[in-house]
């Protein structure tokens, strides 16, 4: 049995290297920071091929995209948002005062972030899905200012893509702005002025998905900005057994393929035969489907394969050892499964719970670590745009009591400043 050193040394991996674009992207940071809008529009026009007439989108753009979006889309998206609202809402942290000692209590405030950069990329598919999955549990976490950026489209005239501007419009958002990549990174860490003088204020914190350029940006802004995480290339690892249906598993595979050509899909399974039908299956499903380039590059790059194990118990250890953004469980009880599972960024349940739902429409949210981040960090949530504050509040009578012990820790750290600082507070003496 392979150890757990082993196991994250073997497991198929995309090889995505941050640091190596760090080089790349620096320049672009500093030219933003240096000459603002002017260097943000010089790039765009190099990278996008479009140079906007400005930064932001006019509102009345926004509400346009949302008159002349497909009904059905329409729909979809406000089912979408209705059922992340309901998850989201429960996500809600109160206020919590612990009364630590008579006259002495530490309460823990719930502070949202004043300013908050939501980026939606626009690289190889058009993902309305993300703008929803970052602003709503903004908006319930009590964010007052939100800025959207997602990049320009020379086919719509230099504006992000018009179903992003529309599903900003259907949650409340009127800020927009025609910005993608590392620029767009850098503009919503420093800010500027607009190409009609008005101003774009910098934001506190930057969440959502893009290619490994705005991740070497939001890498390199670490610090002046927030970031929500190092997102790479998309993952979804299945563990199935002889129960499993190799049709439902095929095309879950295919789906995250379909993301990127870096995308990850990851069976591991108990059955040798099911990963033969599965195979098979595969082979029909990629030649049938719309991107079968992209999706065929992503199974069979390093990134993607099978792994046979001899037990369910055993396949549970390599898919933590994995810590895949997306792991579904495809066996015999598999609720019961799914909650022995300690990394993943979300689990999805049995045959009726494909990773799809999650994209759009189960209520979850689809920003989730990728890489083995699972392992320590968690998909966007609500929390992910509140900060605690503990909130001190001592009587004369509480500090006196403790002033001794603070003393005495104080000058075991020798730092007697520290004592004397309470000391200080009772010239008879804190006895």
């Not at 049995?1 to 040394?9: C, K, N, Q, V």
């Not at 960024?345 to 979850?364: E, H, I, K, N």
């Not at 670590?369 to 998909?379: I, N």
């Amino acid at each position: 049995m392979l150890s757990a050193t082993e196991l994250r040394a073997t497991l198929p991996r995309a090889e995505i290297d941050v640091d190596a674009a760090l080089h790349q992207v620096r320049p672009v940071v500093e030219a933003v920071r240096e000459r603002g809008v002017e260097a943000v529009l010089e790039y765009t026009e190099r990278f996008d091929r479009v140079r906007p007439a400005s930064v932001r989108v006019p509102r009345a753009e926004i509400e346009a995209a949302l008159t002349t979006l497909d009904p059905a889309v329409r729909a979809a998206l406000e089912e979408a948002i209705e059922r992340a609202r309901k998850v989201h809402a429960d996500q809600r942290r109160a206020d919590v005062t612990t009364t630590v000692a008579d006259g002495g209590t530490v309460t823990e405030r719930w502070v949202p972030v004043e300013r908050v950069g939501l980026y939606a990329p626009g690289g190889l598919a058009v993902y309305p899905s993300s703008v929803v999955m970052n602003v709503v549990p903004a908006q319930v976490a009590g964010v007052g200012s939100l800025v959207l950026c997602s990049p320009p489209q020379a086919e719509f005239g230099g504006r992000p893509h018009p179903t992003i501007l529309a599903a900003a419009a259907l949650l409340g958002v009127d800020e927009v702005w025609a910005v993608g990549g590392a620029q767009a990174v850098a503009l919503m860490a420093h800010g500027g002025t607009d190409t009609d003088g008005a101003e774009l204020v910098p934001v506190d914190l930057v969440t959502g998905p893009g290619n490994i350029y705005l991740t070497a940006a939001k890498r390199l802004l670490r610090g002046l900005i927030g970031i929500d995480s190092e997102a790479g290339p998309t993952e979804i690892a299945i563990l199935a057994d002889e129960t499993a249906n190799p049709v439902h598993v095929a095309a879950d595979l295919v789906s995250q393929a379909e993301h990127d050509p870096l995308a990850a899909s990851v069976l591991v399974t108990t059955s040798e035969e099911l990963a033969d039908a599965v195979d098979r299956e595969l082979a029909g499903r990629v030649a049938a489907t719309k991107h079968t380039e992209r999706i065929g590059e992503a199974l069979h790059g390093k990134q993607s394969g099978t792994v046979l194990v001899s037990t369910v118990d055993e396949g549970l250890r390599v898919v933590d050892a994995y810590a895949a953004e997306h792991l579904e469980i495809q066996t015999a009880d598999a609720r019961a499964v799914a909650a022995r599972v300690r990394n993943a960024g979300a689990v999805f349940v049995g045959p009726y719970a494909p990773v799809s739902l999650g994209d759009y429409c189960a209520g979850s949210n689809h920003v989730l670590p990728t890489g083995g981040y699972a392992r320590h960090s968690s998909g966007l949530s609500v929390q992910s745009f509140l900060r605690g504050i503990h909130v001190i509040d001592y009587s004369e009578e509480a500090l006196r009591e403790v002033a001794g012990k603070v003393v005495a820790l104080a000058n075991a750290e020798d730092l007697p400043a520290h004592g004397e600082a309470v000391t200080a507070r009772f010239p008879g003496g804190a006895e």
